[in-house]
């Protein structure tokens, strides 16, 4: 049971850590789609990128107490 909640955490540092990254290139992307140098296409992908590290991040952490109250 430790090892599972150790392996919950693990994984909603691991998507904190790829949510920041993922910010950082939409972040990036911004200006540079502003400018035409950047397919909008790309944006929105990095954008549900953003969205979906989001929620595995959300999805983890409210698992991390059920799993400490079993």
Do not use: C, H, W, Y
Not at 19 to 43: C, M, N
Not at 44 to 56: G, H, M, N, T, W
Request: charged share 25%; hydrophobic share 45%; proline share 4%.
């Amino acid at each position: 049971m430790r090892l599972n909640i150790a392996e919950q955490k693990a994984t909603a540092e691991q998507a904190a850590r790829a949510r920041d990254l993922a910010q950082q290139e939409l972040e990036t992307l911004g200006p540079l789609v502003g400018l035409g140098i950047s397919p909008k296409l790309e944006f929105l992908r990095v954008q549900q990128k953003v969205q979906q590290l989001d929620a595995q991040r959300a999805r983890v952490i409210l698992a991390v107490p059920r799993l400490e109250a079993a």
